[in-house]
Protein backbone atom coordinates (compact mmCIF):
# COMPACT_ATOMS: atom_id res chain seq x y z
CA UNK A 1 0.00 0.00 0.00
CA UNK A 2 1.52 3.28 -1.00
CA UNK A 3 0.89 6.84 -1.17
CA UNK A 4 2.00 7.84 -4.90
CA UNK A 5 3.19 11.52 -5.07
CA UNK A 6 3.18 13.50 -9.08
CA UNK A 7 6.59 15.08 -9.44
CA UNK A 8 6.30 17.78 -12.16
CA UNK A 9 9.28 18.74 -13.89
CA UNK A 10 10.45 20.49 -17.06
CA UNK A 11 13.06 18.69 -19.58
CA UNK A 12 13.93 16.83 -16.52
CA UNK A 13 14.58 19.18 -13.90
CA UNK A 14 12.54 18.76 -10.65
CA UNK A 15 9.69 21.94 -10.27
CA UNK A 16 10.16 22.96 -6.54
CA UNK A 17 6.42 22.13 -6.70
CA UNK A 18 7.11 18.21 -6.75
CA UNK A 19 9.62 18.82 -4.20
CA UNK A 20 6.92 20.40 -1.97
CA UNK A 21 4.85 17.69 -2.14
CA UNK A 22 7.37 15.33 -1.53
CA UNK A 23 8.59 17.45 1.42
CA UNK A 24 4.22 17.52 2.50
CA UNK A 25 4.20 13.61 1.77
CA UNK A 26 7.04 12.36 3.64
CA UNK A 27 5.46 12.27 7.15
CA UNK A 28 1.56 12.00 5.52
CA UNK A 29 2.70 8.64 4.66
CA UNK A 30 4.37 7.63 7.51
CA UNK A 31 1.44 9.08 9.80
CA UNK A 32 -0.73 6.53 7.42
CA UNK A 33 1.39 3.72 7.28
CA UNK A 34 1.81 3.84 3.29
CA UNK A 35 5.19 3.57 1.60
CA UNK A 36 6.23 6.36 -0.59
CA UNK A 37 6.19 6.15 -4.24
CA UNK A 38 6.56 8.73 -6.60
CA UNK A 39 5.82 9.12 -10.28
CA UNK A 40 7.40 11.31 -13.16
CA UNK A 41 5.97 11.66 -16.57
CA UNK A 42 7.30 12.27 -19.78
CA UNK A 43 10.15 13.29 -21.80
CA UNK A 44 13.13 13.83 -19.51
CA UNK A 45 11.45 12.01 -16.73
CA UNK A 46 14.63 9.72 -16.06
CA UNK A 47 16.59 12.39 -15.29
CA UNK A 48 13.83 13.82 -13.10
CA UNK A 49 13.85 10.41 -11.67
CA UNK A 50 17.09 10.09 -10.53
CA UNK A 51 17.09 12.26 -7.38
CA UNK A 52 13.60 11.40 -5.81
CA UNK A 53 15.10 8.51 -3.32
CA UNK A 54 16.99 11.82 -1.64
CA UNK A 55 13.67 13.00 -1.15
CA UNK A 56 12.04 9.62 0.59
CA UNK A 57 10.52 8.06 -2.43
CA UNK A 58 10.93 4.48 -2.51
CA UNK A 59 9.74 3.59 -5.53
CA UNK A 60 9.94 6.09 -8.60
CA UNK A 61 7.51 4.94 -11.66
CA UNK A 62 9.11 6.56 -14.66
CA UNK A 63 6.07 6.65 -17.24
CA UNK A 64 6.95 7.07 -21.08
CA UNK A 65 4.47 6.58 -24.18
CA UNK A 66 4.96 8.43 -27.48
CA UNK A 67 1.24 10.46 -26.29
CA UNK A 68 3.13 11.73 -22.98
CA UNK A 69 6.28 13.75 -24.61
CA UNK A 70 4.66 16.55 -23.63
CA UNK A 71 2.12 17.47 -21.33
CA UNK A 72 -1.26 16.52 -21.60
CA UNK A 73 -4.02 16.37 -18.82
CA UNK A 74 -6.46 13.66 -20.26
CA UNK A 75 -3.39 11.66 -20.93
CA UNK A 76 -1.70 12.46 -17.66
CA UNK A 77 -4.61 11.74 -15.72
CA UNK A 78 -5.31 8.49 -17.69
CA UNK A 79 -1.05 7.23 -16.79
CA UNK A 80 -1.71 8.13 -13.16
CA UNK A 81 -5.08 6.38 -12.96
CA UNK A 82 -3.70 3.23 -14.12
CA UNK A 83 -0.32 3.38 -12.41
CA UNK A 84 -2.84 3.33 -8.79
CA UNK A 85 -4.67 0.36 -10.38
CA UNK A 86 -1.64 -1.89 -11.16
CA UNK A 87 0.44 -0.49 -8.37
CA UNK A 88 -2.58 -0.56 -5.37
CA UNK A 89 -1.76 2.80 -4.41
CA UNK A 90 -4.57 3.86 -1.74
CA UNK A 91 -3.41 7.31 -1.90
CA UNK A 92 -1.81 10.54 -4.47
CA UNK A 93 -0.82 13.58 -3.65
CA UNK A 94 0.67 16.37 -5.89
CA UNK A 95 1.52 20.04 -5.39
CA UNK A 96 -1.17 21.97 -5.92
CA UNK A 97 -0.51 24.39 -8.96
CA UNK A 98 -2.67 24.74 -12.18
CA UNK A 99 -1.06 21.62 -13.40
CA UNK A 100 -0.76 19.21 -10.59
CA UNK A 101 -4.90 20.30 -9.23
CA UNK A 102 -6.09 19.71 -12.99
CA UNK A 103 -4.17 16.52 -13.07
CA UNK A 104 -5.49 14.87 -10.01
CA UNK A 105 -8.90 16.11 -10.84
CA UNK A 106 -8.87 14.21 -14.07
CA UNK A 107 -7.61 11.12 -12.13
CA UNK A 108 -10.58 11.80 -9.29
CA UNK A 109 -12.93 11.71 -12.12
CA UNK A 110 -11.78 8.68 -13.85
CA UNK A 111 -11.60 6.87 -10.74
CA UNK A 112 -14.94 8.65 -9.39
CA UNK A 113 -13.11 9.73 -6.31
CA UNK A 114 -13.50 12.49 -3.93
CA UNK A 115 -10.65 14.60 -4.27
CA UNK A 116 -9.41 17.70 -2.04
CA UNK A 117 -7.73 20.41 -3.28
CA UNK A 118 -5.02 22.55 -1.74
CA UNK A 119 -4.53 21.21 1.62
CA UNK A 120 -2.58 22.93 4.25
CA UNK A 121 -2.33 19.84 6.65
CA UNK A 122 -4.06 16.72 6.15
CA UNK A 123 -4.67 13.81 9.28
CA UNK A 124 -4.80 10.55 7.98
CA UNK A 125 -5.86 9.08 11.79
CA UNK A 126 -8.86 11.56 10.88
CA UNK A 127 -11.72 11.15 12.68
CA UNK A 128 -10.69 7.37 14.32
CA UNK A 129 -13.20 5.58 11.30
CA UNK A 130 -10.43 5.34 9.01
CA UNK A 131 -11.52 8.80 7.05
CA UNK A 132 -9.24 11.69 6.98
CA UNK A 133 -9.29 14.93 7.97
CA UNK A 134 -7.39 17.92 6.40
CA UNK A 135 -7.85 21.53 6.78
CA UNK A 136 -7.53 23.17 2.83
CA UNK A 137 -7.99 27.04 1.63
CA UNK A 138 -10.87 28.68 0.40
CA UNK A 139 -11.07 32.25 -0.94
CA UNK A 140 -7.19 31.51 -2.48
CA UNK A 141 -5.67 31.56 1.43
CA UNK A 142 -7.85 34.04 2.78
CA UNK A 143 -10.31 31.50 4.34
CA UNK A 144 -9.91 28.04 5.42
CA UNK A 145 -12.19 24.85 5.78
CA UNK A 146 -11.68 22.02 7.86
CA UNK A 147 -12.66 18.87 6.22
CA UNK A 148 -12.79 15.13 5.88
CA UNK A 149 -12.67 12.61 3.25
CA UNK A 150 -14.20 9.91 3.16
CA UNK A 151 -12.74 7.63 0.10
CA UNK A 152 -11.73 4.44 -1.37
CA UNK A 153 -8.49 6.02 -2.58
CA UNK A 154 -7.58 9.52 -1.24
CA UNK A 155 -6.93 11.87 -3.55
CA UNK A 156 -5.63 15.28 -2.19
CA UNK A 157 -3.08 18.43 -3.45
CA UNK A 158 -1.28 20.63 -1.08
CA UNK A 159 -1.43 23.98 -1.50
CA UNK A 160 1.57 25.56 -2.92
CA UNK A 161 4.30 27.67 -0.86
CA UNK A 162 2.57 25.47 2.39
CA UNK A 163 6.26 23.74 2.92
CA UNK A 164 9.62 24.46 1.78
CA UNK A 165 10.86 21.25 -0.62
CA UNK A 166 13.42 19.83 1.40
CA UNK A 167 15.74 16.88 1.30
CA UNK A 168 14.28 14.16 3.82
CA UNK A 169 17.13 13.09 6.57
CA UNK A 170 16.80 9.49 6.12
CA UNK A 171 16.55 9.01 2.03
CA UNK A 172 14.82 6.52 0.75
CA UNK A 173 16.11 3.88 -2.07
CA UNK A 174 14.27 5.87 -4.71
CA UNK A 175 13.91 2.42 -7.24
CA UNK A 176 13.14 3.23 -10.65
CA UNK A 177 10.49 1.22 -12.24
CA UNK A 178 9.62 1.87 -15.96
CA UNK A 179 5.72 2.02 -16.73
CA UNK A 180 4.12 1.63 -20.17
CA UNK A 181 0.60 2.96 -19.96
CA UNK A 182 -1.74 1.81 -22.44
CA UNK A 183 -3.28 5.29 -23.71
CA UNK A 184 -6.12 5.67 -26.13
CA UNK A 185 -4.64 7.86 -29.71
CA UNK A 186 -7.90 9.99 -29.22
CA UNK A 187 -6.50 11.54 -25.83
CA UNK A 188 -4.14 13.15 -28.35
CA UNK A 189 -6.71 15.76 -28.39
CA UNK A 190 -5.81 17.67 -25.19
CA UNK A 191 -1.94 17.14 -25.67
CA UNK A 192 0.03 20.55 -25.81
CA UNK A 193 0.20 21.04 -29.95
CA UNK A 194 2.50 24.01 -29.75
CA UNK A 195 4.92 26.01 -26.86
CA UNK A 196 5.01 29.85 -27.36
CA UNK A 197 7.76 31.49 -25.48
CA UNK A 198 7.50 35.41 -24.72
CA UNK A 199 9.41 35.92 -21.99
CA UNK A 200 13.28 34.22 -21.23
CA UNK A 201 14.90 34.47 -18.04
CA UNK A 202 12.84 35.85 -15.11
CA UNK A 203 9.08 35.61 -14.75
CA UNK A 204 6.56 37.31 -12.36
CA UNK A 205 6.29 33.93 -10.32
CA UNK A 206 9.77 33.66 -10.14
CA UNK A 207 11.37 36.91 -9.32
CA UNK A 208 13.75 37.65 -6.45
CA UNK A 209 12.31 40.93 -6.76
CA UNK A 210 8.75 42.09 -7.66
CA UNK A 211 7.82 45.87 -7.71
CA UNK A 212 4.07 46.30 -7.85
CA UNK A 213 2.01 49.11 -8.66
CA UNK A 214 -1.65 49.56 -8.18
CA UNK A 215 -4.50 52.21 -8.68
CA UNK A 216 -2.74 54.91 -6.77
CA UNK A 217 0.44 54.92 -10.00
CA UNK A 218 -2.55 56.48 -12.01
CA UNK A 219 -1.59 55.17 -16.00
CA UNK A 220 -0.13 53.00 -18.05
CA UNK A 221 2.53 55.63 -18.81
CA UNK A 222 3.62 55.99 -14.74
CA UNK A 223 4.87 52.64 -14.25
CA UNK A 224 8.07 53.39 -16.23
CA UNK A 225 9.64 54.54 -13.00
CA UNK A 226 8.72 50.79 -11.58
CA UNK A 227 10.43 49.75 -14.38
CA UNK A 228 13.15 51.27 -13.94
CA UNK A 229 13.65 50.48 -10.01
CA UNK A 230 12.45 46.78 -10.88
CA UNK A 231 15.32 46.73 -13.86
CA UNK A 232 17.69 47.70 -10.99
CA UNK A 233 16.95 45.33 -8.63
CA UNK A 234 17.36 42.23 -11.49
CA UNK A 235 13.50 42.20 -10.70
CA UNK A 236 10.43 42.65 -12.37
CA UNK A 237 6.70 44.51 -12.54
CA UNK A 238 3.45 43.42 -10.79
CA UNK A 239 0.53 44.90 -10.61
CA UNK A 240 -3.12 44.44 -8.95
CA UNK A 241 -6.68 43.79 -10.28
CA UNK A 242 -7.58 47.51 -10.77
CA UNK A 243 -4.97 47.94 -12.55
CA UNK A 244 -5.62 45.36 -14.97
CA UNK A 245 -9.41 46.36 -15.19
CA UNK A 246 -7.97 49.79 -16.33
CA UNK A 247 -6.45 48.19 -18.93
CA UNK A 248 -2.64 50.02 -18.16
CA UNK A 249 -0.91 46.35 -17.64
CA UNK A 250 -1.66 43.04 -18.93
CA UNK A 251 -3.01 40.30 -17.28
CA UNK A 252 0.04 38.32 -17.31
CA UNK A 253 1.35 41.17 -14.66
CA UNK A 254 -1.63 40.43 -12.25
CA UNK A 255 -0.45 39.23 -8.62
CA UNK A 256 -3.46 37.81 -7.09
CA UNK A 257 -6.13 35.43 -6.58
CA UNK A 258 -7.18 35.34 -10.18
CA UNK A 259 -3.40 35.89 -11.48
CA UNK A 260 0.01 35.01 -10.37
CA UNK A 261 1.01 34.11 -7.18
CA UNK A 262 4.13 35.69 -5.98
CA UNK A 263 6.95 34.06 -3.77
CA UNK A 264 9.87 36.89 -4.24
CA UNK A 265 12.82 37.84 -1.46
CA UNK A 266 11.20 41.05 -1.71
CA UNK A 267 7.32 42.63 -2.70
CA UNK A 268 7.55 46.28 -2.78
CA UNK A 269 3.90 47.26 -3.16
CA UNK A 270 3.71 50.71 -4.55
CA UNK A 271 -0.04 52.26 -4.31
CA UNK A 272 -1.88 49.37 -3.35
CA UNK A 273 -4.87 49.18 -0.82
CA UNK A 274 -4.10 45.48 -0.73
CA UNK A 275 -7.40 44.13 -1.29
CA UNK A 276 -7.78 40.31 0.02
CA UNK A 277 -7.79 39.33 -3.91
CA UNK A 278 -4.59 40.70 -4.22
CA UNK A 279 -2.89 40.32 -0.47
CA UNK A 280 -3.26 35.92 -1.32
CA UNK A 281 -1.13 36.61 -4.10
CA UNK A 282 1.09 38.60 -2.75
CA UNK A 283 1.19 36.99 0.63
CA UNK A 284 4.16 33.76 -0.25
CA UNK A 285 6.58 36.95 -0.45
CA UNK A 286 9.37 36.57 2.30
CA UNK A 287 9.28 40.61 2.64
CA UNK A 288 6.74 42.48 1.69
CA UNK A 289 7.34 46.78 1.66
CA UNK A 290 4.72 48.70 1.26
CA UNK A 291 4.81 52.50 -0.13
CA UNK A 292 1.39 54.37 0.23
CA UNK A 293 -0.13 57.52 1.71
CA UNK A 294 -2.15 56.11 3.40
CA UNK A 295 -0.93 55.09 6.74
CA UNK A 296 -4.48 52.49 7.22
CA UNK A 297 -4.20 50.53 3.76
CA UNK A 298 -4.41 46.70 4.32
CA UNK A 299 -0.48 46.87 2.62
CA UNK A 300 0.67 48.99 4.83
CA UNK A 301 -0.84 47.38 8.12
CA UNK A 302 -0.14 43.60 6.74
CA UNK A 303 3.61 44.68 5.67
CA UNK A 304 6.74 44.10 7.65
CA UNK A 305 8.12 47.81 6.28
CA UNK A 306 6.32 50.60 4.66
CA UNK A 307 6.99 53.88 3.63
CA UNK A 308 4.13 56.94 4.12
CA UNK A 309 4.55 58.58 0.99
CA UNK A 310 3.39 59.14 -2.85
CA UNK A 311 5.16 56.83 -4.85
CA UNK A 312 5.95 58.73 -7.64
CA UNK A 313 8.34 60.41 -5.40
CA UNK A 314 9.60 57.73 -3.34
CA UNK A 315 10.35 55.19 -5.86
CA UNK A 316 12.37 57.38 -8.31
CA UNK A 317 14.51 58.02 -5.13
CA UNK A 318 14.95 54.81 -4.22
CA UNK A 319 16.00 53.89 -7.64
CA UNK A 320 18.62 56.72 -7.32
CA UNK A 321 19.81 56.08 -3.88
CA UNK A 322 20.55 52.23 -5.46
CA UNK A 323 22.40 53.56 -8.04
CA UNK A 324 24.47 56.03 -5.82
CA UNK A 325 25.49 53.37 -3.58
CA UNK A 326 26.71 51.67 -6.64
CA UNK A 327 28.77 54.49 -7.86
CA UNK B 1 -22.17 27.86 -32.78
CA UNK B 2 -23.96 26.54 -29.27
CA UNK B 3 -22.61 27.33 -26.33
CA UNK B 4 -22.80 26.91 -22.85
CA UNK B 5 -21.42 28.51 -20.13
CA UNK B 6 -21.50 27.12 -15.89
CA UNK B 7 -21.34 29.83 -13.49
CA UNK B 8 -21.44 30.52 -9.17
CA UNK B 9 -22.13 32.74 -7.55
CA UNK B 10 -20.12 34.18 -4.71
CA UNK B 11 -19.86 37.26 -2.29
CA UNK B 12 -18.12 40.21 -3.33
CA UNK B 13 -15.53 40.08 -0.79
CA UNK B 14 -13.67 43.36 0.29
CA UNK B 15 -10.31 43.52 2.68
CA UNK B 16 -11.88 41.00 5.21
CA UNK B 17 -14.41 37.79 4.87
CA UNK B 18 -15.72 36.70 8.05
CA UNK B 19 -17.40 33.49 8.88
CA UNK B 20 -20.98 32.91 10.50
CA UNK B 21 -21.22 31.82 13.59
CA UNK B 22 -21.95 27.86 12.67
CA UNK B 23 -18.56 28.03 10.37
CA UNK B 24 -20.68 26.93 7.41
CA UNK B 25 -20.40 29.64 5.00
CA UNK B 26 -19.42 32.88 4.70
CA UNK B 27 -21.27 35.47 6.40
CA UNK B 28 -22.49 37.67 3.20
CA UNK B 29 -24.13 40.90 5.95
CA UNK B 30 -22.17 43.09 4.59
CA UNK B 31 -21.19 42.01 1.50
CA UNK B 32 -22.74 41.85 -2.01
CA UNK B 33 -22.91 39.37 -4.18
CA UNK B 34 -20.94 38.60 -7.42
CA UNK B 35 -20.10 35.90 -10.76
CA UNK B 36 -17.18 34.01 -9.55
CA UNK B 37 -14.19 36.15 -11.63
CA UNK B 38 -13.37 33.71 -13.88
CA UNK B 39 -16.69 32.75 -15.06
CA UNK B 40 -17.59 36.57 -15.69
CA UNK B 41 -14.73 35.83 -17.87
CA UNK B 42 -16.16 32.64 -19.51
CA UNK B 43 -19.12 34.08 -20.38
CA UNK B 44 -17.88 37.86 -21.82
CA UNK B 45 -16.05 34.85 -24.42
CA UNK B 46 -19.12 32.84 -25.19
CA UNK B 47 -20.66 35.76 -25.91
CA UNK B 48 -17.82 37.67 -28.21
CA UNK B 49 -17.43 33.89 -30.17
CA UNK B 50 -21.27 34.10 -30.65
CA UNK B 51 -20.87 37.57 -32.46
CA UNK B 52 -17.87 35.84 -34.30
CA UNK B 53 -19.06 33.22 -35.47
CA UNK B 54 -23.19 33.23 -34.62
CA UNK B 55 -25.04 30.68 -32.63
CA UNK B 56 -26.38 31.46 -28.93
CA UNK B 57 -24.80 31.37 -25.26
CA UNK B 58 -26.84 29.48 -22.73
CA UNK B 59 -26.00 29.77 -19.26
CA UNK B 60 -26.17 27.82 -16.12
CA UNK B 61 -25.77 27.97 -12.25
CA UNK B 62 -26.84 25.73 -9.37
CA UNK B 63 -27.21 27.50 -6.20
CA UNK B 64 -29.52 29.09 -4.30
CA UNK B 65 -32.47 30.98 -5.37
CA UNK B 66 -30.77 34.37 -5.32
CA UNK B 67 -28.42 33.27 -7.91
CA UNK B 68 -30.98 33.91 -10.75
CA UNK B 69 -29.59 37.42 -9.87
CA UNK B 70 -26.22 36.38 -11.85
CA UNK B 71 -28.07 34.43 -14.46
CA UNK B 72 -29.91 37.62 -15.36
CA UNK B 73 -26.28 39.63 -14.99
CA UNK B 74 -25.46 37.65 -17.68
CA UNK B 75 -28.46 38.41 -20.05
CA UNK B 76 -27.66 41.86 -19.67
CA UNK B 77 -24.42 41.01 -21.65
CA UNK B 78 -25.31 39.08 -24.09
CA UNK B 79 -26.44 35.51 -22.82
CA UNK B 80 -29.38 34.21 -24.29
CA UNK B 81 -30.93 31.07 -22.34
CA UNK B 82 -30.64 30.66 -18.89
CA UNK B 83 -31.30 27.79 -16.09
CA UNK B 84 -31.23 27.48 -12.49
CA UNK B 85 -30.50 24.13 -10.68
CA UNK B 86 -31.86 25.52 -7.28
CA UNK B 87 -30.16 24.27 -3.90
CA UNK B 88 -31.20 24.35 0.00
CA UNK B 89 -27.96 24.11 1.27
CA UNK B 90 -24.92 26.44 1.33
CA UNK B 91 -22.94 24.93 -1.15
CA UNK B 92 -22.84 21.31 -2.72
CA UNK B 93 -19.41 19.42 -2.47
CA UNK B 94 -17.38 19.23 -6.04
CA UNK B 95 -18.80 15.46 -6.80
CA UNK B 96 -21.96 16.31 -6.21
CA UNK B 97 -22.12 19.75 -7.82
CA UNK B 98 -20.78 18.37 -10.84
CA UNK B 99 -23.40 14.85 -11.35
CA UNK B 100 -26.00 17.30 -10.90
CA UNK B 101 -24.68 20.03 -13.77
CA UNK B 102 -23.64 16.71 -16.03
CA UNK B 103 -27.25 15.55 -15.64
CA UNK B 104 -28.86 18.89 -16.27
CA UNK B 105 -26.88 19.29 -19.26
CA UNK B 106 -27.60 16.19 -20.71
CA UNK B 107 -31.24 16.93 -20.38
CA UNK B 108 -30.79 20.34 -22.67
CA UNK B 109 -28.87 18.64 -25.05
CA UNK B 110 -30.81 15.83 -25.30
CA UNK B 111 -33.51 18.24 -26.47
CA UNK B 112 -31.40 20.66 -28.52
CA UNK B 113 -28.35 18.37 -29.43
CA UNK B 114 -25.06 19.01 -27.80
CA UNK B 115 -22.93 22.03 -27.34
CA UNK B 116 -19.89 22.55 -29.42
CA UNK B 117 -18.09 24.46 -26.76
CA UNK B 118 -18.55 23.82 -22.40
CA UNK B 119 -16.73 26.71 -20.54
CA UNK B 120 -16.06 26.67 -16.77
CA UNK B 121 -13.66 29.03 -14.70
CA UNK B 122 -10.58 27.65 -13.92
CA UNK B 123 -12.04 27.35 -10.00
CA UNK B 124 -14.61 28.98 -8.07
CA UNK B 125 -13.10 31.90 -6.34
CA UNK B 126 -14.50 30.62 -3.24
CA UNK B 127 -14.38 26.94 -2.76
CA UNK B 128 -11.98 26.83 -5.20
CA UNK B 129 -11.99 22.93 -5.41
CA UNK B 130 -10.76 22.92 -8.99
CA UNK B 131 -12.46 19.65 -10.12
CA UNK B 132 -15.83 20.59 -11.38
CA UNK B 133 -15.52 21.30 -15.07
CA UNK B 134 -13.18 17.98 -15.17
CA UNK B 135 -15.74 15.70 -13.68
CA UNK B 136 -18.86 17.06 -16.03
CA UNK B 137 -16.36 16.64 -19.19
CA UNK B 138 -15.49 13.20 -18.01
CA UNK B 139 -19.34 12.43 -17.32
CA UNK B 140 -19.82 14.18 -21.16
CA UNK B 141 -17.36 12.00 -22.33
CA UNK B 142 -15.28 15.60 -23.64
CA UNK B 143 -12.17 16.72 -23.51
CA UNK B 144 -10.97 19.21 -21.86
CA UNK B 145 -8.33 21.59 -20.93
CA UNK B 146 -7.97 24.05 -17.76
CA UNK B 147 -6.55 27.55 -17.54
CA UNK B 148 -7.76 28.95 -20.55
CA UNK B 149 -6.79 32.21 -21.22
CA UNK B 150 -7.08 32.71 -25.10
CA UNK B 151 -9.61 30.74 -27.60
CA UNK B 152 -10.00 30.74 -31.58
CA UNK B 153 -12.24 29.04 -33.32
CA UNK B 154 -10.79 26.72 -36.78
CA UNK B 155 -7.59 25.19 -35.97
CA UNK B 156 -4.93 22.65 -37.36
CA UNK B 157 -6.13 19.00 -37.41
CA UNK B 158 -3.64 16.11 -39.18
CA UNK B 159 -2.26 19.20 -41.04
CA UNK B 160 -5.23 20.91 -42.20
CA UNK B 161 -7.47 24.04 -41.20
CA UNK B 162 -10.50 22.02 -39.08
CA UNK B 163 -13.69 24.31 -37.89
CA UNK B 164 -14.15 21.60 -35.41
CA UNK B 165 -11.29 22.32 -34.03
CA UNK B 166 -11.25 25.29 -30.95
CA UNK B 167 -7.43 26.31 -29.99
CA UNK B 168 -7.00 27.17 -27.06
CA UNK B 169 -4.04 29.08 -24.85
CA UNK B 170 -2.65 28.09 -21.88
CA UNK B 171 -0.81 30.92 -20.16
CA UNK B 172 2.54 29.27 -18.65
CA UNK B 173 5.35 30.67 -16.65
CA UNK B 174 6.86 33.29 -19.37
CA UNK B 175 4.62 32.33 -22.82
CA UNK B 176 1.97 29.40 -23.15
CA UNK B 177 0.87 26.50 -25.08
CA UNK B 178 -1.33 25.68 -27.21
CA UNK B 179 -3.94 23.21 -27.58
CA UNK B 180 -5.73 21.73 -30.82
CA UNK B 181 -9.41 20.52 -28.91
CA UNK B 182 -11.78 18.88 -31.29
CA UNK B 183 -15.49 19.87 -30.40
CA UNK B 184 -17.56 19.46 -28.76
CA UNK B 185 -15.27 20.48 -25.82
CA UNK B 186 -15.14 21.46 -22.25
CA UNK B 187 -12.27 24.64 -21.59
CA UNK B 188 -11.53 25.97 -17.95
CA UNK B 189 -10.72 29.84 -18.81
CA UNK B 190 -9.32 32.21 -16.78
CA UNK B 191 -9.81 35.64 -15.90
CA UNK B 192 -7.38 37.89 -18.63
CA UNK B 193 -8.62 35.67 -21.25
CA UNK B 194 -10.70 38.84 -22.12
CA UNK B 195 -11.97 42.15 -20.28
CA UNK B 196 -15.84 41.82 -19.33
CA UNK B 197 -18.11 43.99 -21.03
CA UNK B 198 -20.28 45.68 -18.36
CA UNK B 199 -24.14 46.03 -19.54
CA UNK B 200 -26.02 48.69 -21.18
CA UNK B 201 -29.03 50.48 -20.62
CA UNK B 202 -31.33 48.13 -22.95
CA UNK B 203 -28.98 44.89 -21.52
CA UNK B 204 -30.20 45.61 -18.40
CA UNK B 205 -33.92 46.12 -19.64
CA UNK B 206 -33.49 42.87 -21.80
CA UNK B 207 -32.36 40.84 -18.68
CA UNK B 208 -35.65 41.65 -16.77
CA UNK B 209 -37.91 39.64 -19.08
CA UNK B 210 -34.76 36.80 -19.67
CA UNK B 211 -36.97 33.08 -19.07
CA UNK B 212 -34.68 31.18 -16.65
CA UNK B 213 -35.42 27.66 -16.85
CA UNK B 214 -35.13 25.55 -13.29
CA UNK B 215 -34.32 22.49 -13.08
CA UNK B 216 -34.71 20.90 -9.79
CA UNK B 217 -32.11 18.14 -9.36
CA UNK B 218 -31.32 15.09 -6.71
CA UNK B 219 -27.89 13.82 -6.24
CA UNK B 220 -26.20 11.88 -3.78
CA UNK B 221 -23.54 13.87 -1.42
CA UNK B 222 -20.05 12.84 -2.35
CA UNK B 223 -16.78 12.00 0.17
CA UNK B 224 -15.63 15.36 0.52
CA UNK B 225 -17.76 16.78 4.05
CA UNK B 226 -17.07 20.48 5.06
CA UNK B 227 -17.11 20.57 9.20
CA UNK B 228 -16.32 24.08 9.42
CA UNK B 229 -14.84 27.60 7.73
CA UNK B 230 -12.53 29.76 9.84
CA UNK B 231 -10.06 32.63 9.29
CA UNK B 232 -6.34 31.81 9.85
CA UNK B 233 -4.61 32.79 12.22
CA UNK B 234 -3.05 36.41 11.20
CA UNK B 235 0.95 37.07 12.05
CA UNK B 236 0.03 40.43 13.57
CA UNK B 237 3.36 42.17 13.53
CA UNK B 238 3.69 45.79 13.83
CA UNK B 239 4.60 47.56 10.67
CA UNK B 240 8.25 48.92 10.53
CA UNK B 241 7.39 52.66 8.79
CA UNK B 242 11.21 53.34 7.32
CA UNK B 243 10.16 56.92 6.41
CA UNK B 244 7.57 59.44 4.68
CA UNK B 245 8.26 60.85 1.33
CA UNK B 246 11.43 60.50 -0.41
CA UNK B 247 13.80 60.99 2.41
CA UNK B 248 12.64 57.47 3.28
CA UNK B 249 14.77 56.18 0.49
CA UNK B 250 18.27 55.49 2.31
CA UNK B 251 16.59 53.18 4.67
CA UNK B 252 14.97 51.32 1.80
CA UNK B 253 17.84 50.50 0.34
CA UNK B 254 19.80 49.62 3.64
CA UNK B 255 16.68 46.88 4.04
CA UNK B 256 17.56 45.96 0.08
CA UNK B 257 21.29 45.66 1.03
CA UNK B 258 20.52 43.63 4.30
CA UNK B 259 18.35 41.31 2.01
CA UNK B 260 20.97 40.69 -0.13
CA UNK B 261 19.17 41.71 -3.53
CA UNK B 262 21.58 44.59 -4.24
CA UNK B 263 23.98 42.30 -5.61
Not at chain 2, 58 to 71: D, F, N, S
Request: proline share 4%.
Amino acid sequence: MSLLVICDHDRGTLSDASLEALTFGRPLAAAAGLEMAAVVIGEGADAAAAGLGAHGASTVHVASHPLLTDFGPEAWGETVVQLVRGTGATAVLACGTDRGNEVVAQVAARLDQPFVANCRSVDPTGDGSGNWTMTRVQWGGSLLEDATLTAEIRLVTVAHHVVEGVAAEAPASGTMVSFVPELDDALARTVVADRVVLTRGITLSTAPVVVGGGRGVGSAEAFAPLEELAGELGGVVGCSRAVTNNGWRPHSDQVGQTGTRIAPEIYIASGISGAIQHWVGAMAAKNILAINTDREANMVTRAGHAVIGDLHQVIPAITEEVRRRRG
Amino acid sequence: MRILVCVKRVPAPGARINVTADGQTVDAAHLGFTTSPHEECAVEEAVQLTEAHGGEVTVMTLGPAAAEEQLRYAASVGAHHFVLIPIDDVDWDPQRTASALAEAIAAVEETNGAFDLILFGNESADAGGFQVGVRVANHLGRPIVNGIKGIEIGGEQGGELDEGVATARREIDGGFEVYNVPMPAVLGVKEGINLPRYPTMKGRLASKKAVVDTDERTVEAGGQVRLRLHRPVEQISETVILGTGPEAAPAVVDLLEELGVLS
